[in-house]
């Protein structure tokens, strides 16, 4: 039979040994999660970034368009105008 003296002493190291282990898992699950949060605010970034540049991108060449249909449209000023504009575009 065990003594009176020791379930008590048990008890105490079993919740003392769950409540170490419990720190550690919550520990070690917080980092993981801030990890990928972290990797997640980066990737955003990146996506940001180059969705912008394919909108510049995207509104620079609709503006070199225009002015080469608007230059061909009106032949008046010639095809030098024309290459001047295709190049510099």
Do not use: W
Not at 71 to 78: I, L, M, P, S, T
Request: net charge negative; proline share 1%; with cysteine.
């Amino acid at each position: 039979m065990i003594s009176k003296e020791i379930i008590p002493l048990v008890s105490t190291l079993a919740g003392g040994a769950l409540t170490t282990i419990g720190g550690f898992l919550a520990a070690y699950q917080l980092q993981k999660t801030t990890r990928k949060n972290e990797k997640r605010a980066v990737l955003r970034g990146y996506l940001e970034e180059i969705h912008e540049l394919c909108s510049v991108l995207i509104s620079e060449s609709n503006d070199t368009m225009a002015d080469a249909t608007f230059a061909v449209e009106h032949k008046e000023r010639g095809g030098e105008r024309i290459k001047e504009m295709l190049l510099i575009g």
